[in-house]
């Protein structure tokens, strides 16, 4: 492992930097710095166009977003419901008495 690889796999959070030419030159080292959990932006003209970074830690990270996603979403419908909590046999019995009044009237509809 190079010098510039150690230096960033050292700093969480810290992009190592490279140009993209490297895909063609170095394969072998960004993946195993990718596989040591580094986070590579290949760049082209100085300006970034990949990011190279290995496939556990992808779907790691993209699972932590979803159930950060998932969180937010239960804090604004706890926010837009005032913090009612209902129980689920509440909601069943609710349910029900939505379905036996659906078919009353569902009933009552076809006698007329």
Not at 58 to 86: F, N, S
Request: charged share 30%; proline share 3%; aromatic share 4%.
């Amino acid at each position: 492992m190079s010098a510039s690889t150690a230096a960033a796999l050292e700093t969480p959070g810290a992009f190592q930097v490279r140009p993209i030419s490297d895909l063609r030159t170095r394969l072998n080292e960004i993946e195993e710095s990718a596989q040591a959990g580094a986070q590579i932006v290949m760049n082209r003209n100085g300006k970034p166009v990949l990011l190279v970074q290995d496939y556990q830690t992808a779907m790691r990270e993209r699972e932590l977003e979803r159930h950060r996603q998932k969180i937010r979403e239960a804090e604004i419908w706890d926010r837009a419901v005032g913090g009612v909590r209902v129980s689920l046999q509440d909601v069943v019995a609710a349910l029900e008495s939505d379905r036996a009044e659906f078919s009353s009237l569902m009933s009552g509809a076809q006698h007329d």
